[in-house]
């Protein structure tokens, strides 16, 4: 069993910045992908990035490419959304997902933990 929690969520305005943290415990997270998604109100869940088991290699939707960077601690267990010129698009609850294989993907099917969220609000 593996469980996620996510932290690091708040209200910024417009062109700020947040770091999203989220804590995967259990002994099989460390070989596994994992990714953040997001869902905003009224609509489907987002994939946001994605991140290999190894750190090697990286995945972005597209409208969150070149402004969220994805990284992880293996040490402890910790993969990191650090999110810049955020604008009110971002508005989301941000997910954080271990994958069942060990590199993450866009598709929500693929991950098979997944925690509570973390809210992000983005004011104009």
């Known amino acids: 069993q593996v469980e996620t929690v996510e932290s690091g969520g708040g209200e910024v305005h417009a062109g700020g910045s947040l770091r999203l943290s989220c804590v995967a415990s259990g002994r099989t997270s460390s070989n596994k992908g994992m990714a953040w998604f997001r869902q905003a109100p009224g609509k489907e869940r987002e994939f946001v990035a994605a991140?290999?088991?190894?750190?090697?290699?990286?995945a972005y939707g597209d409208s969150v490419k070149s402004r969220f960077t994805i990284s992880r601690d293996k040490t402890n267990n910790t993969v990191y959304l650090q999110m810049d010129s955020l604008n009110a698009d971002d508005t989301a609850l941000y997910y954080c997902?271990?994958?069942?294989?060990?590199?993450?993907?866009?598709?929500?099917?693929?991950?098979?933990?997944w925690g509570q969220g973390t809210q992000v609000t983005v004011s104009s």
């Open positions: 997902a271990v994958a069942r294989g060990s590199y993450g993907s866009r598709w929500p099917d693929n991950y098979h933990y």
């Open positions: 991140i290999s088991w190894n750190e090697e290699a990286t």
